[in-house]
Nanobody
Framework: VQLQASGGGLVLAGDSLKLSCEIFGMPFGRYAMGWFRQSPGKEREFVSAITQSGARTEYADSVKGRFTISRDNAKNMAYLQMNSLKPEDTAVYYC?????????????????WGQGTLVTVSS
């Protein structure tokens, strides 16, 4: 099983980025997908998650109204559209897969993790 996140980069405050997470080697539709981020000196924090069917989504308060999570089960892809980026959004962003989907906002319940993609927002 492999998760590969991409789409990070260096942008200015107010810009947008779209992160992608491609999954290999597992039945993608059986897993809830989450995005987490980690900044230097800080613990990994929840950003957003989506259940297997896409019927339920969750967002951290800090990104509500700015970020949108989505998935395409036919393509084995999950996405995180990030708008109105702020310098405090700077972090390494990780995608993760959770088969149970019971606690999709909590990192320790996720089964598989990608390698992370760096997002840097400059003011």
């Amino acid at each position: 099983v492999q998760l590969q996140a991409s789409g990070g980069g260096l942008v200015l405050a107010g810009d947008s980025l779209k992160l992608s997470c491609e999954i290999f080697g597992m039945p993608f539709g059986r897993y809830a997908m989450g995005w987490f981020r980690q900044s230097p000196g800080k613990e990994r924090e929840f950003v957003s998650a989506i259940t297997q069917s896409g019927a339920r989504t969750e967002y951290a308060d800090s990104v509500k109204g700015r970020f949108t999570i989505s998935r395409d089960n036919a393509k084995n892809m999950a996405y995180l559209q990030m708008n109105s980026l702020k310098p405090e959004d700077t972090a390494v962003y990780y995608c993760a897969a959770d088969q149970s989907a019971e606690f999709i906002t909590i990192a320790r319940y996720y089964d598989y993790w990608g390698q992370g993609t760096l997002v840097t927002v400059s003011s």
